[in-house]
């Protein structure tokens, strides 16, 4: 399921929520939404570059979703750092998936180069199924699913979503220039 609208404008909000790490935390985090009613599309958790942090990566409906709330909410839990809004259009996104696609004989080298177009891989293969796995964008693997569906998926599994905010021009210069000294 996609959850960007046709006019470019996205329909849903990232938060990128920096807690503590600590047992329990993700529970109250949920929790927090499930008490609010709030429809949460994807959430991914773990560790950070500090192993004392978590980063929570939050994708939740903007119709359904007064972010405000949701903010000064997760704020009121003791363990909650600090809490940013991803912009869609200025961060960067990844999501994993991983599918068994039932194939026959005739489909097989289809289903093959499928997943090389899509620059996914194949995990496993068996008389009648084969296990793939893709990375990238959200976009990409709902693409990516939808082609699948035709030859039918017997499991699929996705991780939702990560992100990170895009690095402005002269970061990314910087952290180039950095390597190369």
């Known amino acids: 399921m996609s959850v960007t609208s046709t006019t470019s ?4 909000h990232i938060l990128s929520v920096l807690v503590q790490n600590r047992s329990g935390v993700l529970a109250r985090v949920a929790g927090l939404f499930a008490r609010r009613g709030y429809n ?3 959430l991914a958790v773990a560790p950070t570059e500090d ?3 978590s980063r929570i990566t939050v994708v939740v409906d903007v119709e359904s979703t007064p972010l405000e709330q949701i903010v000064k909410q997760l704020f009121k839990l003791i363990e909650v750092v600090k809490i940013s809004e991803l912009d869609p259009r200025r961060s960067v996104e990844r999501e994993l998936l991983l599918a068994t696609v039932r194939v026959t004989c005739d489909d097989r080298g289809q289903v093959v180069e499928l997943v090389n177009i899509f620059e996914g891989k194949i995990l496993a293969v068996g008389v009648d199924a084969i296990t793939v796995s893709l ?3 959200p976009d990409k693997l709902d693409d990516f699913e939808e082609l699948l569906r035709g030859y039918g998926i017997v499991e699929l599994q996705r991780t939702g979503r990560v992100a990170l905010p895009k690095l402005d021009r002269e970061a990314r210069l910087r952290a180039v220039k950095g390597k190369v000294v």
């Open 40 to 42: 949460i599309f994807s």
């Open 135 to 137: 990375d990238g964008n």
């Open 9 to 12: 404008q996205p329909n849903y």
């Open 51 to 53: 192993d004392a942090f």
